[in-house]
């Protein structure tokens, strides 16, 4: 005896907003993953004294693109983190538990910091 199972449309998760959110954070895994290819083909670059190659390389447009797109995806993937973060973690100081919005300024000011000491590391 089969059980009768109604067939699920393709883009079931676009219809809810908290579903494409999830599913968007999900892809989002993809583009984490390429940008530590990027940067390993970089780092791979400067030690084997190609870096003239990688250079052309990240200045064709579908590699622009493709890291234009990483951006995008790296900052919701960061938002997104962030804001789980609170209940991800529960910080305890005196015996007494630190408030969700204390420990969502904290990772901001933190993300803050380290952009600005990689930018002035970069620009200077």
């Given amino acids: 005896m089969t059980t009768y199972r109604q067939p699920v449309p393709l883009l079931w998760w676009a219809k809810r907003g908290s579903y494409l959110r ?5 892809l989002s ?12 083909v970089l780092v791979w670059a400067l030690a084997s004294g190609r870096y003239d190659w990688f250079q052309d390389f990240s200045t064709h447009p579908v590699v622009i693109v493709l890291n234009l797109l990483t951006l995008a995806f790296l900052l919701l993937h960061t938002v997104t983190w962030f804001g789980l973060a609170p209940r991800a973690m529960v ?16 990772h901001y000011a933190a993300w803050l910091v380290v952009s600005a000491a990689i930018a002035w590391v970069v620009l200077a």
């Fill in 29 to 40: 895994c993809e583009f984490v993953a390429w940008s530590v290819i990027y940067l390993g």
């Fill in 91 to 106: 910080v305890h100081v005196r015996g007494r538990r630190v408030p969700a919005g204390a420990v969502l300024i904290g």
């Fill in 22 to 26: 999830y599913m968007l954070r999900e």
